[in-house]
C-alpha cells in the first residue's frame, strides 16, 4: 500500500496544481507558539515548511513523496524526512508546533499531542463531511465527522478555535472544512497520579 501511495503522489506532485501560500490557519497562528520546534505532517511541496522557517522555526517536514521532499531540500531550517504514516512514529514532546492541512489519519492523532511539548500548539485544517460538499474523496474515511476534533483532542488540549465552515477548494468546489488550533495543556498533577 504504501509504495502505491508514494506513486499517486509523486505522479500528483510532479503534475502539481498545489497553491504556494500558506493558508491563513497558519498565518494567524503560527505565531502563537511559544518555541521554534515546528512539524509539518505530510507537507506535500511544502508551503507551510517555507513560511515557518521564514518565522525562523527549524521545521521537520514529513511527506512520504520524494518529489515533493526534492522542492525543499537545501532550504535553511528545514529537514525533510520521507515517511510513511502507516509505520513511522512521531517522536515524544520534541515540538512546539505541529501543522497538519487536508491529511487525514486519524491514529496520528494522539501521537500529534505526544509530540508536543507542554503548552505546545497543533494547527489543523481539513475537510468534512456534509451532504452538500461538490467534491468528495473516493474513500470517505478521509472526512472528518462534525464535531470529532472537539471530541478527540478537547481532554488533552485547550481548544482556542475550531469553527466548521463552507470553502471553495483550490479547484473552486464548494465544500465544508474545519480547522483547530489546539493548544495541549501543561499536565499539572492530577489527583490520580497524586495517588499512584
Known amino acids: 500500500m504504501a509504495q502505491e501511495d508514494k506513486e499517486r503522489w509523486n505522479e500528483k506532485y510532479q503534475n502539481n496544481e498545489i497553491p504556494d501560500e500558506p493558508?491563513?490557519?497558519?498565518?494567524?497562528?503560527?505565531?502563537?507558539?511559544?518555541?521554534?520546534?515546528?512539524?509539518?505532517?505530510?507537507?506535500?511541496?511544502?508551503?507551510?515548511?517555507?513560511?515557518?522557517?521564514?518565522?525562523?522555526?527549524?521545521?521537520?517536514?514529513?511527506?512520504?513523496?520524494?518529489?515533493?521532499?526534492?522542492?525543499?531540500?537545501?532550504?535553511?531550517?528545514?529537514?525533510?524526512?520521507?515517511?510513511?504514516?502507516?509505520?513511522?512514529?512521531?517522536?515524544?514532546?520534541?515540538?512546539?508546533?505541529?501543522?497538519?492541512?487536508?491529511f487525514l489519519e486519524r491514529k496520528l492523532f494522539p501521537q500529534m499531542i505526544d509530540a508536543l511539548k507542554p503548552n505546545g500548539l497543533i494547527l489543523m485544517e481539513t475537510f468534512l463531511y456534509h451532504p452538500d460538499n461538490e467534491r468528495i474523496p473516493s474513500n470517505p474515511v478521509f472526512l472528518l465527522n462534525e464535531g470529532e476534533l472537539e471530541a478527540t483532542f478537547d481532554e488533552k488540549c485547550e481548544l482556542l478555535h475550531i469553527p466548521e465552515f463552507w470553502d471553495e477548494d483550490y479547484l473552486g468546489y464548494k465544500t465544508m472544512k474545519t480547522s483547530m488550533v489546539a493548544r495541549k495543556k501543561s499536565g499539572g498533577m492530577t489527583d490520580e497520579d497524586f495517588w499512584a
Open 23 to 102: 493558508i491563513k490557519l497558519v498565518r494567524d497562528y503560527a505565531s502563537l507558539a511559544t518555541g521554534k520546534q515546528a512539524l509539518d505532517i505530510a507537507c506535500g511541496m511544502g508551503r507551510h515548511s517555507k513560511y515557518l522557517a521564514s518565522l525562523g522555526f527549524e521545521v521537520d517536514a514529513l511527506d512520504i513523496s520524494s518529489v515533493a521532499l526534492a522542492q525543499l531540500k537545501n532550504i535553511p531550517n528545514i529537514h525533510t524526512i520521507e515517511v510513511d504514516f502507516d509505520t513511522y512514529t512521531l517522536p515524544k514532546e520534541k515540538y512546539d508546533l505541529i501543522v497538519c492541512t487536508y
